[in-house]
Protein backbone atom coordinates (compact mmCIF):
# COMPACT_ATOMS: atom_id res chain seq x y z
CA UNK A 1 0.00 0.00 0.00
CA UNK A 2 1.02 4.07 -0.55
CA UNK A 3 3.00 4.99 2.22
CA UNK A 4 2.87 8.15 4.39
CA UNK A 5 5.68 9.30 6.22
CA UNK A 6 4.48 12.09 9.33
CA UNK A 7 7.74 13.84 11.11
CA UNK A 8 8.81 14.66 13.61
CA UNK A 9 7.21 11.72 15.75
CA UNK A 10 7.28 12.86 18.66
CA UNK A 11 8.17 16.72 19.84
CA UNK A 12 8.85 18.70 23.33
CA UNK A 13 8.90 22.42 22.72
CA UNK A 14 8.53 25.34 24.89
CA UNK A 15 5.36 27.12 25.53
CA UNK A 16 5.66 30.42 23.09
CA UNK A 17 7.80 28.35 20.47
CA UNK A 18 6.66 27.34 16.96
CA UNK A 19 6.80 23.94 15.68
CA UNK A 20 6.45 22.32 12.51
CA UNK A 21 5.20 18.85 11.54
CA UNK A 22 5.63 17.53 7.59
CA UNK A 23 3.79 14.95 6.11
CA UNK A 24 4.88 13.39 3.00
CA UNK A 25 3.57 11.32 0.64
CA UNK A 26 6.45 8.91 -0.26
CA UNK A 27 4.99 6.60 -3.59
CA UNK A 28 2.44 8.77 -4.42
CA UNK A 29 1.19 12.68 -5.25
CA UNK A 30 -1.54 13.48 -3.43
CA UNK A 31 -3.19 16.83 -4.32
CA UNK A 32 -5.41 16.45 -0.87
CA UNK A 33 -4.17 16.02 2.60
CA UNK A 34 -5.86 16.47 5.48
CA UNK A 35 -4.89 17.00 9.16
CA UNK A 36 -6.15 15.49 12.67
CA UNK A 37 -6.12 16.10 16.02
CA UNK A 38 -5.83 13.40 18.98
CA UNK A 39 -6.48 14.08 22.56
CA UNK A 40 -6.46 11.37 24.85
CA UNK A 41 -8.84 8.59 24.76
CA UNK A 42 -10.58 10.65 22.46
CA UNK A 43 -11.08 9.92 18.43
CA UNK A 44 -9.24 12.07 15.33
CA UNK A 45 -11.30 15.41 14.75
CA UNK A 46 -10.61 17.17 11.42
CA UNK A 47 -8.66 20.11 12.26
CA UNK A 48 -8.13 20.92 8.20
CA UNK A 49 -7.69 20.36 4.63
CA UNK A 50 -4.88 21.23 2.54
CA UNK A 51 -5.03 21.03 -1.32
CA UNK A 52 -1.97 21.55 -3.39
CA UNK A 53 -1.09 25.20 -4.51
CA UNK A 54 -4.33 26.54 -2.72
CA UNK A 55 -4.97 27.22 0.77
CA UNK A 56 -5.97 25.18 3.23
CA UNK A 57 -9.76 24.99 4.49
CA UNK A 58 -10.35 25.09 8.05
CA UNK A 59 -12.90 23.24 10.73
CA UNK A 60 -14.84 25.33 12.69
CA UNK A 61 -12.91 26.17 16.20
CA UNK A 62 -10.08 25.91 14.76
CA UNK A 63 -7.68 29.20 14.57
CA UNK A 64 -6.26 29.14 11.16
CA UNK A 65 -3.57 31.71 12.29
CA UNK A 66 -2.18 29.11 15.02
CA UNK A 67 -2.22 25.84 12.64
CA UNK A 68 -0.49 26.90 9.72
CA UNK A 69 -0.75 24.99 6.55
CA UNK A 70 1.32 25.00 3.54
CA UNK A 71 1.05 22.11 1.07
CA UNK A 72 3.74 23.55 -1.47
CA UNK A 73 3.65 19.90 -3.70
CA UNK A 74 1.89 16.77 -4.34
CA UNK A 75 4.05 15.05 -2.05
CA UNK A 76 4.23 17.68 0.83
CA UNK A 77 2.10 19.22 3.58
CA UNK A 78 3.19 21.00 6.65
CA UNK A 79 1.21 22.25 9.93
CA UNK A 80 3.25 24.83 11.79
CA UNK A 81 1.74 25.14 15.57
CA UNK A 82 2.77 29.00 15.72
CA UNK A 83 3.27 30.10 19.40
CA UNK A 84 2.32 27.09 21.10
CA UNK A 85 0.84 26.54 24.28
CA UNK A 86 0.32 23.68 26.65
CA UNK A 87 -3.41 23.49 25.36
CA UNK A 88 -2.29 22.19 22.21
CA UNK A 89 -0.10 19.22 23.54
CA UNK A 90 -1.78 16.77 21.14
CA UNK A 91 -1.26 14.31 18.88
CA UNK A 92 -1.54 15.34 14.83
CA UNK A 93 -1.89 12.99 12.25
CA UNK A 94 -1.72 13.71 8.54
CA UNK A 95 -4.08 11.82 6.15
CA UNK A 96 -3.34 11.68 2.02
CA UNK A 97 -5.96 11.05 -0.34
CA UNK A 98 -3.92 8.55 -2.66
CA UNK A 99 -5.87 6.82 -6.19
CA UNK A 100 -9.52 5.65 -5.75
CA UNK A 101 -10.10 8.10 -3.03
CA UNK A 102 -8.30 5.59 -0.40
CA UNK A 103 -7.08 7.85 2.71
CA UNK A 104 -3.43 6.89 4.14
CA UNK A 105 -2.39 8.16 7.31
CA UNK A 106 0.93 9.37 8.83
CA UNK A 107 2.34 7.49 11.91
CA UNK A 108 1.62 10.71 13.90
CA UNK A 109 3.02 14.01 16.20
CA UNK A 110 2.78 13.65 19.56
CA UNK A 111 3.15 17.70 20.68
CA UNK A 112 4.24 18.30 24.03
CA UNK A 113 4.17 22.02 25.15
CA UNK A 114 5.99 22.87 28.67
CA UNK B 1 -22.63 16.36 6.53
CA UNK B 2 -22.36 12.51 7.93
CA UNK B 3 -21.25 11.69 11.35
CA UNK B 4 -20.38 8.24 12.32
CA UNK B 5 -21.49 6.36 15.80
CA UNK B 6 -20.22 3.97 17.75
CA UNK B 7 -22.62 2.66 20.14
CA UNK B 8 -19.98 0.60 22.63
CA UNK B 9 -17.86 3.42 24.67
CA UNK B 10 -15.83 0.18 26.36
CA UNK B 11 -15.89 -3.52 26.22
CA UNK B 12 -14.60 -5.99 27.91
CA UNK B 13 -14.33 -9.85 27.14
CA UNK B 14 -12.63 -12.49 28.05
CA UNK B 15 -10.23 -14.26 25.56
CA UNK B 16 -11.81 -16.40 23.13
CA UNK B 17 -15.02 -14.49 23.40
CA UNK B 18 -17.05 -13.57 20.13
CA UNK B 19 -16.68 -10.05 19.35
CA UNK B 20 -18.98 -7.22 17.71
CA UNK B 21 -18.93 -3.70 17.59
CA UNK B 22 -21.45 -1.57 16.34
CA UNK B 23 -20.93 1.25 13.92
CA UNK B 24 -23.98 3.40 12.00
CA UNK B 25 -23.31 5.94 10.21
CA UNK B 26 -25.59 9.26 8.72
CA UNK B 27 -25.27 9.72 4.94
CA UNK B 28 -27.52 9.23 2.43
CA UNK B 29 -25.48 8.91 -0.93
CA UNK B 30 -22.45 6.53 -1.41
CA UNK B 31 -20.00 5.84 0.94
CA UNK B 32 -16.69 3.99 1.72
CA UNK B 33 -16.52 2.53 5.30
CA UNK B 34 -13.40 1.39 7.12
CA UNK B 35 -12.40 0.07 10.63
CA UNK B 36 -9.01 0.88 12.33
CA UNK B 37 -7.74 0.03 15.11
CA UNK B 38 -5.41 1.86 17.68
CA UNK B 39 -3.02 -0.41 19.82
CA UNK B 40 -1.65 1.47 23.07
CA UNK B 41 0.85 4.14 22.60
CA UNK B 42 0.55 3.05 18.55
CA UNK B 43 -0.52 4.76 15.33
CA UNK B 44 -3.82 3.43 13.52
CA UNK B 45 -4.10 0.52 11.28
CA UNK B 46 -6.34 -0.37 8.62
CA UNK B 47 -8.44 -3.79 9.59
CA UNK B 48 -10.79 -3.37 7.04
CA UNK B 49 -12.43 -1.47 4.28
CA UNK B 50 -15.91 -2.01 2.05
CA UNK B 51 -15.66 0.44 -1.04
CA UNK B 52 -18.48 -1.56 -3.40
CA UNK B 53 -19.27 -5.68 -3.68
CA UNK B 54 -19.96 -8.10 -1.44
CA UNK B 55 -20.61 -6.65 1.92
CA UNK B 56 -19.35 -9.37 3.96
CA UNK B 57 -15.60 -7.73 4.01
CA UNK B 58 -12.82 -9.85 5.53
CA UNK B 59 -10.15 -7.85 6.93
CA UNK B 60 -6.70 -8.56 8.58
CA UNK B 61 -6.23 -10.45 11.61
CA UNK B 62 -9.64 -12.44 11.52
CA UNK B 63 -11.35 -9.05 11.85
CA UNK B 64 -14.32 -9.16 9.62
CA UNK B 65 -17.61 -6.59 8.59
CA UNK B 66 -20.48 -6.51 7.36
CA UNK B 67 -22.15 -3.50 5.74
CA UNK B 68 -25.83 -3.33 5.85
CA UNK B 69 -27.20 -0.21 3.64
CA UNK B 70 -30.90 -0.46 5.22
CA UNK B 71 -29.50 -0.54 8.17
CA UNK B 72 -26.97 2.46 7.11
CA UNK B 73 -24.05 -0.30 9.36
CA UNK B 74 -20.68 -1.70 9.20
CA UNK B 75 -20.27 -3.70 12.54
CA UNK B 76 -17.50 -5.10 13.36
CA UNK B 77 -16.56 -8.95 14.29
CA UNK B 78 -14.16 -11.31 15.03
CA UNK B 79 -15.09 -14.63 16.71
CA UNK B 80 -12.76 -16.06 19.05
CA UNK B 81 -10.49 -12.54 20.47
CA UNK B 82 -7.16 -12.58 21.90
CA UNK B 83 -5.36 -10.65 24.70
CA UNK B 84 -3.73 -8.96 21.80
CA UNK B 85 -6.76 -7.30 20.67
CA UNK B 86 -6.47 -5.19 23.03
CA UNK B 87 -6.56 -1.31 21.98
CA UNK B 88 -9.14 1.33 20.15
CA UNK B 89 -11.27 0.50 17.43
CA UNK B 90 -12.78 3.37 15.10
CA UNK B 91 -15.14 3.45 12.41
CA UNK B 92 -14.72 5.78 9.78
CA UNK B 93 -17.17 6.88 6.47
CA UNK B 94 -15.92 8.96 3.61
CA UNK B 95 -18.02 9.88 0.59
CA UNK B 96 -16.52 10.25 -3.08
CA UNK B 97 -14.48 12.81 -4.03
CA UNK B 98 -11.62 14.70 -2.20
CA UNK B 99 -13.31 14.41 1.28
CA UNK B 100 -11.61 13.21 4.71
CA UNK B 101 -12.85 9.99 6.54
CA UNK B 102 -14.91 10.99 9.27
CA UNK B 103 -14.32 9.75 12.57
CA UNK B 104 -16.53 7.56 15.20
CA UNK B 105 -15.72 8.37 18.95
CA UNK B 106 -14.09 4.86 19.25
CA UNK B 107 -14.47 1.78 21.13
CA UNK B 108 -12.41 0.66 23.75
CA UNK B 109 -11.46 -3.06 23.77
CA UNK B 110 -10.24 -4.93 27.07
CA UNK B 111 -9.60 -8.37 26.52
CA UNK B 112 -8.73 -10.34 30.04
CA UNK B 113 -7.30 -13.77 30.06
Known amino acids: GAVVSQHPSRVICKSGTSVKIECRSLDFQATTMFWYRQFPKQSLMLMAT?????????EQGVEKDKFLINHASLTLSTLTVTSAHPEDSSFYIC??????????FGQGTRLTVV | AQSVSQHNHHVILSEAASLELGCNYS??????LFWYVQYPGQHLQLLLKYFSGDPLVKGIKGFEAEFIKSKFSFNLRKPSVQWSDTAEYFC???????????FGKGTRLSVIA
Open chain 1, 95 to 104: SALGLGTEAF
Open chain 2, 92 to 102: AVKTSGNTPLV
Open chain 1, 50 to 58: SNEGSKATY
Open chain 2, 27 to 32: YGGTVN
